[in-house]
């Protein structure tokens, strides 16, 4: 009564479908309908709905325009929803319909429907090709800010950056649309900011094929962006970092598919207040230093392909819970230790400098306990392990961020 019936016409995108809100929207419409209002209830998605018609009283022309634009999103279609929205007010000559939005494409910032040619005009010469995989539903919000920023990140690293949108991961459309784009131009790395998995961690349950792996994707390693549903404050003030949504949709999903996790680059924020209609816009926002970190990982993840297994450091970390060499290596129901020294075997075979490897996995847990441990008791009597220089601690120290620093003075 105070709002809506004073206006001329009012329009509502309701998610789920009249099941969701059916009192509501049965008293809404009919108190529209007594002060002569036009009212327009659509469905939040691209599949009809004979209720949400019914209530409402206009023509199927502007009905489907209107549910067109907000269907295909982006700011075009916005703006045309607007226009479309004024001529039925103003009963004059309609705009052009909705601009389709493709399930699956290449984004640029600043283009307009960029080809790979486009791109590859602002790649260097042999610049490795690094895929950023977003969801379409970012394109249809504007919410591209990590996404520009992450592109800009990759160029300065001297990378060559593909940002792709998708509808899913499970699309098939946007499935052929990687498939064809990693054939023309081959990724050394893939950062991908879609959530959940493609897989099953239980073999044969509903498997389907990722199209981040294997030889279409040319073997590249798949680097996970989170792209966080929560705000920064709740983040830099609560004291488990990432949401439990976030943490199973963004890491721990993910794992699934055998993706490496780096960090959120991005929040959920207030980009501005609209007075005309009292309403705060909500959209991502990046965080600089947490994109170059991600940026800067990519790029030593190619510089790592580039070189020869037998030019390759990789380390296996083993725990050292305090306080008991009973706890060293420990892991639930596994035997860590065997696992290890199969890694082991298996980089050894692969061309990894694997010297003076122990013959048994309990050979190579005696060697790691003939040096010092967490275990107190005899630990100066101990000879070997490794040694770090106070000079490289301290450039390490360094390096950190300031309030860190801080926390640990």
């Not at 016409?9 to 007594?34: D, F, M, P, T």
């Not at 969801?135 to 800009?152: C, K, N």
């Not at 993840?301 to 990789?314: F, G, Q």
């Amino acid at each position: 009564d105070g709002c809506a019936t004073r206006s001329r016409l009012v329009v509502a995108r309701i998610l789920g479908g009249s099941g969701y809100w059916r009192h509501g929207l049965a008293q809404y419409s009919a108190r529209l309908h007594a002060a002569g209002v036009p009212f327009v209830a659509l469905p939040g998605d691209d599949k009809p709905d004979a209720e949400l018609r019914a209530l409402s009283p206009v023509g199927d022309a502007d009905y489907a325009a209107l549910w067109g634009y907000l269907t295909e999103g982006g700011p075009d279609n916005a703006r045309g929803f607007l226009a479309h929205a004024r001529a039925m007010l103003d009963d004059t000559p309609r705009p052009p319909p909705a601009r389709p939005l493709l399930k699956s494409g290449l984004f640029w910032p600043g283009a307009d429907a960029p080809s790979l040619e486009h791109l590859r005009a602002h790649w260097a010469p042999g610049a490795a090709v690094v895929p950023v995989i977003f969801y379409r539903a970012l394109m249809q919000g504007g919410g591209l800010d990590p996404v520009i920023r992450l592109t800009r990140a990759l160029l300065c690293e001297g990378l060559a950056p593909l940002p792709v949108f998708v509808t899913s991961l499970r699309d098939p459309v946007s499935r052929a649309t990687l498939a064809a784009l990693f054939a023309r131009a081959p990724p050394a790395v893939i950062l991908n900011c879609t959530a959940f998995a493609t897989g099953s961690p239980h073999h044969g349950e509903g498997d389907e094929q990722n199209p981040l792996a294997g030889p279409q994707a040319n073997e590249a390693p798949v680097l996970q962006v989170v792209l966080s549903g929560g705000t920064e404050d709740l983040w830099r003030d609560g004291t488990r970092g990432l949401s439990p949504a976030d943490i199973a949709m963004n890491v721990a999903l993910p794992e699934v598919d055998g993706r490496i996790l780096t960090r959120a680059v991005s929040f959920k924020g207030e980009a501005a207040f609209d007075a005309d209609t009292q309403c705060s816009i909500v959209t991502y926002r990046a965080l600089a230093d947490r994109v170059t970190f991600v940026a800067r990982q990519a790029a030593g993840w190619a510089r790592l392909r580039a070189k020869t297994p037998a030019d390759r450091k990789v380390a296996i970390v083993l725990a050292n819970y305090p306080n008991k060499d009973g706890r060293l290596a420990n892991g639930v129901g596994l035997d860590t230790p065997a696992s290890a020294h199969a890694a082991l075997r298996l980089l050894a075979d692969s061309g990894y400098a694997v010297t003076d490897l122990p013959a048994t996995p309990q050979a190579l847990m005696d060697r790691l306990m003939a040096g010092p441990t967490n275990w107190l008791t005899d630990r100066a009597d101990r000879q070997g392990g490794a040694h770090l220089p106070l000079s490289t601690y301290r450039q390490h120290l360094a390096a950190l961020p300031w309030p860190v620093k801080q926390a640990l003075a």
